[in-house]
């Protein structure tokens, strides 16, 4: 069962790049999450999968002994959907699909890719703990900032059009 939410369902063992495989496959669910229960089931389900994801990534690297398992993905789902919680937030603010906010959705995805993968500042001293926390807290710093990346752009893009 473990192995399952540390994969996401399978998600981790697809080649090549898994950890992308895996923030891809977070968008719909998060799209699914927001349709049945708004931003705040998108904030319950992250919160409920990070201590999860923590004790699976946790079984994982100690029946393996590797301390960051490429087919372990259900940190990139966590910090995906962080990424994604603007999104969520700014479609029930105005009481949107959340489909309309397609532009958030590309830099929410864009940008969580970028610092997950570029490891620049906390993400990367997270990421060099070599343990299970580790594993799961990179993502989300990275989520955290993706997701004030996609405020910042969010701003930017709503003040041009007023320019227009």
């Given at each position: 069962?473990?192995?399952?939410?540390?994969?996401?369902?399978?998600?981790?063992?697809?080649?090549?790049?898994?950890?992308?495989?895996?923030?891809?496959?977070?968008?719909?669910?998060?799209?699914?999450?927001?349709?049945?229960?708004?931003?705040?089931?998108?904030?319950?389900?992250?919160?409920?999968?990070?201590?999860?994801?923590?004790?699976?990534?946790?079984?994982?690297?100690?029946?393996?002994?590797?301390?960051?398992?490429?087919?372990?993905?259900?940190?990139?789902v966590a910090g995906q959907w962080?990424?994604?919680?603007?999104?969520a937030f700014g479609a029930a603010?105005?009481?949107?699909?959340?489909?309309?906010?397609?532009?958030?959705?590309?830099?929410?995805?864009?940008?969580?890719?970028?610092?997950?993968?570029?490891?620049?500042?906390?993400?990367?001293?997270?990421?060099?703990?070599?343990?299970?926390?580790?594993?799961?807290?990179?993502?989300?710093?990275?989520?955290?900032?993706?997701?004030?990346?996609?405020?910042?752009?969010?701003?930017?893009?709503?003040?041009?059009?007023r320019l227009l």
């Amino acid at each position: 069962m473990m192995h399952l939410i540390a994969t996401f369902g399978g998600i981790g063992t697809l080649r090549p790049a898994p950890g992308t495989w895996g923030s891809l496959a977070a968008l719909p669910c998060a799209w699914v999450l927001m349709v049945l229960g708004g931003p705040w089931l998108l904030v319950a389900a992250t919160l409920v999968i990070l201590p999860l994801g923590y004790f699976a990534a946790l079984e994982e690297i100690l029946a393996t002994r590797d301390t960051d398992p490429s087919w372990v993905v259900i940190d990139e789902v966590a910090g995906q959907w962080i990424a994604l919680w603007p999104v969520a937030f700014g479609a029930a603010m105005m009481n949107a699909a959340p489909s309309a906010l397609w532009p958030g959705w590309v830099a929410g995805f864009a940008l969580f890719r970028l610092f997950d993968i570029a490891k620049p500042g906390w993400v990367g001293r997270a990421d060099r703990r070599g343990d299970a926390l580790g594993l799961m807290l990179d993502d989300v710093i990275a989520g955290v900032f993706a997701a004030l990346g996609v405020i910042v752009l969010a701003g930017l893009a709503h003040g041009a059009m007023r320019l227009l």
